[in-house]
């Protein structure tokens, strides 16, 4: 099974900024979820709305492309970016 | 149909062998042909699949600054490269026909549109046997491999 990211570290330094973020993604995604429940009945009614105005090529793009965003956010885990040069370092992990 | 196959049934059109002995060796021909699918299925699945894809960009030896070179370690799992993949299903026609032309100029000729979820674990499967070395004139190296 594949487990969704739970952290995502982002590093950025130079010599005057020095920004370091642990980002709790294991807090967000219930969040998220949550937030997606409240409002499922107003996507749901938009959603009709729109089938019936002729628009339902993109309601059916829109929702693909939340599959794909959801699919995509499942998958970054093990993600890791390090770059450093002379002037500075980007570090973006995801646990 | 294989050449096998090809040969027993003009044997047969041609009153060479009786339709007894043609269905025996097609019978034959199915199951060594059988065999070899099975034997090439155990071999692709004992292939270990990769996890990542590895960028690495490392200073030379001889690097004046070793503590201030330029680095870069990226690693991309191989299901993001699988799910941005996917994202050309969401490509809009009018966008596909621009990068298919777009392609076509540079002398590929080669339709987007006709990327199959099958090819696509095909292409990734033979991501593992890829890796890419350059060694820069400075002395820095360009790895992109997969683990």
């Known amino acids: 099974m594949n487990w969704p990211p739970m952290l995502m570290h982002v590093k950025i330094q130079n010599e005057k900024t020095r920004f370091g973020l642990w980002l709790p993604l294991f807090l967000l995604l219930p969040l998220a979820l949550v937030v997606l429940i409240i409002l499922s009945p107003l996507i749901l009614i938009a959603i009709i709305i729109l089938w019936a105005c002729g628009y339902g090529r993109w309601v059916w793009w829109a929702l693909r492309c939340l599959k794909v965003a959801i699919v995509s956010s499942w998958a970054i885990r093990g993600l890791r970016v390090d770059v450093q040069g002379h002037n500075g370092v980007v570090q973006v992990s995801v646990i | 149909m294989s050449e096998n196959k090809k040969k027993i049934l003009e044997m047969l059109a ?42 690495t960009v490392t200073p030379g030896e001889g690097h004046v600054d070793p503590e201030h070179a330029d680095r870069v370690n990226v690693r991309v799992p191989m299901s993001l490269i699988r799910a941005g993949l996917k994202l050309t299903s969401l490509i809009p026609p009018d966008a596909l026909d621009k990068a298919n032309n777009a392609l076509r100029e540079k002398g590929i000729n080669f339709d987007v549109r006709n990327i199959k979820p099958e090819d696509l674990e095909e292409l990734i499967a033979a991501l593992g046997d890829m890796e890419v070395d350059i060694e820069g004139g400075r002395g820095e190296k360009v790895k992109v491999f997969v683990e």
């Not at chain 2, 269905?23 to 996890?51: F, I, W, Y």
């Open chain 2, 14 to 55: 041609a009153g060479k062998i009786s339709a007894e002995e043609a269905l025996k060796l097609l019978n034959a021909v199915d199951a060594g042909e059988g065999a070899q699918e099975k034997t090439r299925r155990v071999e692709s699945d004992t292939k270990v699949k990769p996890k990542y894809l590895r960028v």
